[in-house]
């Protein structure tokens, strides 16, 4: 089915280490897009690509870095894990940017002990 | 940058009740304002969408508006039902989407 995947789902994390979250789309969109969600405080923009070569900072860029591997692959990295990074983490991919709806993966919810 | 106030947080109606979620926005170079919806456990999906240059849209049960003037946009669902029960999100475009906070909509009947 054509979508945006995430891995993995589910992931534990000790403080201080670090992992790469997945992120694929299959629609041939040009911009996709990095945000946690925490229970009140809604989605929250960590970084984004607006097109194939390069990346921006978004609302909570600290502690996390991303790299568009190519247009279909977009993942995010948690260098140093700390328990605020406990969130769940969506990525999303568009047509053209901004300007188009969003479609969403299914999400990652990592958890930092 | 952009930021987007969503009210209410909470919103509880009767099945057949009409539901209004209301949003401001504070960039008025914003000119794409989407509406997505969120089922526990899942990604949110669009519902609806307005660009600037469109005051109001309508797709069956739902509808949005838009007063660029005031700077706010707002949800209207009718004759709700209780699968219209989950978490609703307001966005604002200029380089990327930013979201409200959401609003927990719960329908009874």
């Known amino acids: 089915n054509a979508g945006v995947t995430q891995t993995p789902k589910f992931q534990v994390l000790k403080t201080g280490q670090s992992m790469t979250l997945q992120c694929a789309q299959d629609m041939n969109h040009n911009s996709m897009y990095w945000y946690r969600q925490d229970p009140g405080m809604g989605l929250r923009l960590i970084y984004y690509s607006a097109s194939e070569g390069t990346t921006d900072k978004g609302e909570v860029p600290n502690g996390y870095n991303v790299s568009r591997l190519n247009k279909r692959e977009f993942s995010l990295r948690l260098e140093s894990a700390a328990p605020s990074q406990t969130s769940v983490y969506f990525c999303a991919s568009s047509e053209l940017g901004s300007s188009y709806g969003y479609t969403f993966g299914s999400g990652t919810r990592l958890t930092v002990v | 940058g952009e930021n987007v106030e969503q009210h209410p947080s909470t919103l509880s109606v009767q099945e057949g009740d009409s539901a209004v979620i209301k949003c401001t926005y504070s960039d008025s170079a914003s000119n794409y304002f989407p509406w997505y919806k969120q089922e526990l456990g899942k990604g949110p999906q669009l519902i609806i969408d307005?660009?600037?240059?469109?005051g109001e849209k309508k797709d069956q049960r739902i509808a949005v508006t838009l007063n660029k003037t005031a700077k706010h946009f707002s949800l209207h669902i009718t004759e709700t039902q209780p699968e219209d029960s989950a978490v609703y999100f307001c966005a604002a475009s200029r380089a990327a989407l930013i979201f409200g906070k959401g609003t927990t909509l719960s329908v009874s009947s």
């Open positions: 307005i660009r600037s240059n469109v």
